[in-house]
Each structure stands twice: as structure tokens, then as C-alpha cells.
């Protein structure tokens, strides 16, 4: 009987587990029941969990679908494992799933998880907690029927055939082989009232974490950002660190850091070098870091990044954002196609005002030829009928043939006798370089950030081949390319046919 009792009142913690009480600053009921757990700390004493910044705030802000991008060792890994613990434990018939990047990472989660049973009073784990098996990463407790696994994203296997009601992803950016693929199968599992928390710190520009982070907005995901800061213990009291640089100065006033916050950072460049940018973030862009030599000035681009607004409209879901709406001028629109399928690269669509170069709208999606050729000629008749220039390669003779056809828009760009824009071997190089001069020269011309991500992990390869960082994409680039470079060439046609004609107004 007094197994019973206990068991129906862990139930009865389960139903109020999602309550925030006012008097609770934003936490939930859940929050109060994990400070019951224990863990371990930093000096290897079992002790309560005592909240972070970081973890007070993700706890705070958390809902149904959460990503977080963090500094190393925050502790959001330890406190989600203990949030969908407490679920376990007081819910019947859930199942919380852990992924870790590793086998060896997998072990270390089991350890904090079988804490936190291990440490529960001895006659709840005999009583209304009893597990049936408790090995292999794998806790399962018979009276709820709940459970609580621990797996590695290396089992491609990991999840199937599982209804999955919390599902955590750990160090998603250093998952194995095809991450995209797996963790497709694991968020197949679970349902749409379920949780799930991907999180990790970055590694690299490119690649299945960093593709979710940007696309977070379209996804329905929670952004959570936790640079190295919010961990109280990142500091070194004591130790002398004026005169501050500028670049120091600057972050001090931003982040209200203290002396002894700006001599650990110090201490992270000195270790880390170039690598304390990703492993110890401080900005959601800037960790990202790209291998391979970006082609375009990394300085200039995280600074306009910096200064980047969100768009003045954004609509259709995201796919299409403005930036300047149509005004009493000439417009140009550059296009780069794709096959349209839910994977692979993106169709894009960039208009520029002609006289500036200035970059208005851009559409971005996965796009069939026919509703491809159907947004750009919408776009393109919302700014006064622009030049449309349709990069003919590959599926762009699809585009060309149906904007012709079934669109009948005639302000076609043609090169030669031929409409739209071939991109070759000796065009190619010429575009980019025109399109890294107008970067260089005037960045507020770029209002994407879209955009300009894709210029962070434009690199040059070892065989001075220039394009995409693996995983990454440059479809945004490559469109505005090709529309400044028919602006340039527009522009040159314009100069010399003026040296012709003497003074002879040209329209």
C-alpha cells in the first residue's frame, strides 16, 4: 500500500509539473522538483543543483521546441537530463530519450541520470520507483511504465519505432555521419505535443546544427544563446588587466563584464587562439567558424552583420524578405535556380535598385521551376517590371522557358540574342570578384543576413576553387552576383555607348 500511495502521489506532481507559479520568478513546478536531485559539481561534491544564469534562463524560456548555441560546460545538458528525469519519474507511460555525439559523452550523461535515482530516498527506489532494468544506458521503471534512455547519434538506428515524448540532442554539431538523416528519424518519433531540445556549441559554418540554428524562425524552434559569461566560475579575481583594449572596452560596457570576466577571457584567447571564438562564444555569429580561407573580409561582414536590422516586411512564411519596397526608380533581378526538392540547394531570387546597387528583396526557398518562375515574375512586377536575369544554366532554361510562356513577362535580361545569363568558367570568377569589390566598397548596400551568412562560409578550396563550405550554401550570393554584374555591365554598355553619341540624352 505504501508503494501505492507513493506512486499516486508522484502522479499527482506529474499533472502540476508544467505550472508556473507567479511566486516562482518564471519557473515551473518542475524546476522546484529538480533542485530535490543531486549532482555533482565542479570540485566533485554531491550537492543540489543550483540554477545558473543560463540555465535559470533556458528553464525560463523553454517550450515544446527549443535549440541552444552555447559556450562549452554551461551545464544545459545537466539540467535538461534532470527536467525529463523528473517527467520519467512522475508521469506514466513516458519515454525520454538522450543523444549524445559520442559513446564516451553517452556514458557521462548516464552517470548524471543514474545520480539522480541513486540518490532518491532508499524506500521510493524500492517502492513506486523500482526499476526492472537499469544497465546499458537504459532506466525502466515498470509501475509508470515510463522510461529513460541514453543513446549515441552514431546508431542510425537510434530512436526508430519509439514514440518519444522528450527528446534531448547534445552536441548536435558534432554528431557522426549523415546528422541531418538521424536526426530526422529521431524527431520523427515524437509527437507534436512531445519536447525537443537540440543544443550544442558550434563547429563550423556549415553542417546539420548550424543549417537548424539558421533556419529556427522557419522551423517553429526557441533560439536560446548562452555565451561564456552566464557561467558565474568563468573569471580570474585578482589579476591585473588594465589597460583594456578597445575591442575589450567595448564588450565590458556591452555585457557589463567584470575586470576578473575580461582576465579569463585572456586566459581562453591565450589557450584556444583561434578556436575561443567557438569553443567559448560571444556572439551567435562569430562562432561559427569556417575552414577553409573565406574569400570575402570576415571583419567587414561580421560588422554589418552587427549592424543588420530585421527586415522592413517579411513574408510568405520567411521565404521572401524587403528591405526597401518599391520606389520610382529601376530595379534588376537576379535569379539562381535549383531542383526544388525539400533537400539539397535553395532557388533565390535578389533584386537590386539599378543606380545604387542597393539590395532591396530576396526570396529564398526550395522552389519548383514552375513556382519559382511564378514568385519571380510576382517580384519582379512589384518592382516596376525590374530586369529580370535568370541564370540559364541547368534548371534555369525550365525557369526561362516557362516566364516566357505561361508568365509572359518581357523585361527578360538577354545575353546576346539569348535570354537569361550564362554562368561559365570565365564569367564565374569575374562576378564574384565584382560582388567581393561592392562588399568591400560599400557594405550598407547588403541587408540580408541570410545573406551575409553565406558570405561567412564562402571559402577558397585547396585547388583555389572558390564556393560553399561543405554543408553550407551560396545561393543568396551567387543571384545578387550575377545581378550586380549585369548592373556592371549595364553600366559599362551605358558609358560607351554616351562616348558615341556625344551628349545625346539616352533613354
Given at each position: 500500500m505504501d508503494a501505492l500511495a507513493d506512486l499516486e502521489a508522484l502522479l499527482a506532481i506529474g499533472k502540476v509539473l508544467d505550472l508556473r507559479p507567479p511566486a516562482l520568478g518564471g519557473l515551473t513546478i518542475r524546476d522546484v522538483v529538480v533542485r530535490l536531485l543531486r549532482i555533482r559539481d565542479r570540485q566533485g561534491r554531491l550537492v543540489e543543483p543550483f540554477f545558473n544564469g543560463a540555465q535559470h534562463e533556458f528553464a525560463r524560456r523553454a517550450g515544446r521546441r527549443s535549440i541552444v548555441l552555447k559556450a562549452r560546460q554551461l551545464g544545459i545538458t545537466t539540467y535538461v537530463a534532470a527536467r525529463f528525469f523528473v517527467s520519467a519519474v512522475t508521469r506514466p507511460g513516458v519515454l525520454s530519450v538522450q543523444v549524445a555525439h559520442d559513446q564516451r559523452a553517452a556514458e557521462q550523461i548516464f552517470r548524471i541520470v543514474h545520480r539522480f535515482l541513486e540518490n532518491l530516498p532508499e524506500w521510493l527506489r524500492a517502492g513506486a520507483l523500482v526499476t526492472s532494468r537499469a544497465n546499458v544506458r537504459q532506466l525502466v521503471f515498470p509501475r509508470l511504465d515510463s522510461e529513460y534512455r541514453v543513446e549515441t547519434a552514431a546508431d542510425p538506428s537510434a530512436g526508430r519505432g519509439l514514440t518519444i515524448h522528450h527528446l534531448h540532442c547534445s552536441e548536435v554539431a558534432r554528431w557522426p555521419g549523415d546528422a541531418a538523416a538521424t536526426l530526422a528519424a529521431l524527431r520523427a518519433a515524437v509527437p507534436r505535443d512531445g519536447e525537443v531540445v537540440l543544443e550544442s556549441t558550434a563547429n563550423g559554418a556549415a553542417g546539420c546544427f548550424y543549417d537548424e540554428w539558421q533556419r529556427a524562425a522557419e522551423t517553429g524552434y526557441t533560439r536560446h544563446f548562452f555565451p561564456w559569461w552566464w557561467e558565474p566560475s568563468y573569471a580570474r579575481p585578482g589579476v591585473e588587466v588594465a589597460p583594456l583594449t578597445a575591442e575589450e572596452e567595448e564588450l565590458r560596457r556591452r555585457e557589463r563584464l567584470t575586470p576578473a570576466q575580461i582576465a579569463y577571457r585572456r586566459e581562453l584567447q591565450a589557450s584556444f587562439r583561434g578556436l575561443a571564438p567557438q569553443e567559448f562564444a560571444e556572439d551567435e555569429h562569430g562562432c561559427f567558424l569556417a575552414s577553409g580561407e573565406c574569400v570575402f573580409d570576415l571583419e567587414i561582414i561580421q560588422r554589418r552583420l552587427a549592424e543588420c536590422g530585421p527586415p522592413v516586411e517579411s513574408r510568405e512564411n520567411g521565404t521572401l524578405e524587403i528591405y526597401w519596397p518599391p520606389a520610382e526608380k529601376q530595379y534588376i533581378l537576379g535569379v539562381d535556380p535549383a531542383g526544388g526538392g525539400a533537400a539539397g540547394d535553395y532557388a533565390c531570387a535578389q533584386v537590386i535598385e539599378r543606380s545604387s546597387g542597393m539590395q532591396c528583396a530576396e526570396l529564398r526557398g526550395h522552389f519548383s521551376p514552375r513556382e519559382l518562375a511564378a514568385r519571380?515574375?510576382?517580384?519582379?512586377?512589384?518592382?516596376?517590371?525590374?530586369?529580370?536575369?535568370?541564370?540559364?544554366?541547368?534548371?534555369?532554361?525550365?525557369?526561362?522557358?516557362?516566364?516566357?510562356?505561361?508568365?509572359?513577362?518581357?523585361?527578360?535580361?538577354?545575353?546576346?540574342?539569348?535570354?537569361?545569363?550564362?554562368?561559365?568558367?570565365?564569367?564565374?570568377?569575374?562576378?564574384?570578384?565584382?560582388?567581393?569589390?561592392?562588399?568591400?566598397?560599400?557594405?550598407?548596400?547588403?541587408?540580408?543576413?541570410?545573406?551575409?551568412?553565406?558570405?561567412?562560409?564562402?571559402?577558397?578550396?585547396?585547388?583555389?576553387?572558390?564556393?560553399a563550405a561543405s554543408g553550407a550554401h551560396d545561393d543568396c550570393i551567387v543571384a545578387l552576383a550575377i545581378a550586380l554584374e549585369v548592373r556592371r555591365k549595364l553600366a559599362g554598355d551605358f558609358r560607351n555607348r554616351k562616348l558615341e553619341l556625344g551628349s545625346l540624352p539616352i533613354r
Open positions: 519571380a515574375a510576382r517580384l519582379g512586377r512589384d518592382y516596376n517590371h525590374a530586369l529580370l536575369v535568370v541564370e540559364r544554366n541547368n534548371h534555369g532554361h525550365g525557369v526561362l522557358a516557362l516566364l516566357e510562356s505561361l508568365e509572359r513577362y518581357r523585361n527578360l535580361y538577354l545575353d546576346g540574342r539569348q535570354p537569361g545569363w550564362q554562368t561559365t568558367s570565365a564569367s564565374r570568377p569575374e562576378m564574384l570578384e565584382n560582388f567581393g569589390a561592392v562588399l568591400a566598397e560599400a557594405p550598407h548596400l547588403f541587408s540580408s543576413r541570410r545573406l551575409l551568412e553565406e558570405c561567412r562560409t564562402f571559402v577558397r578550396q585547396a585547388d583555389g576553387y572558390c564556393a
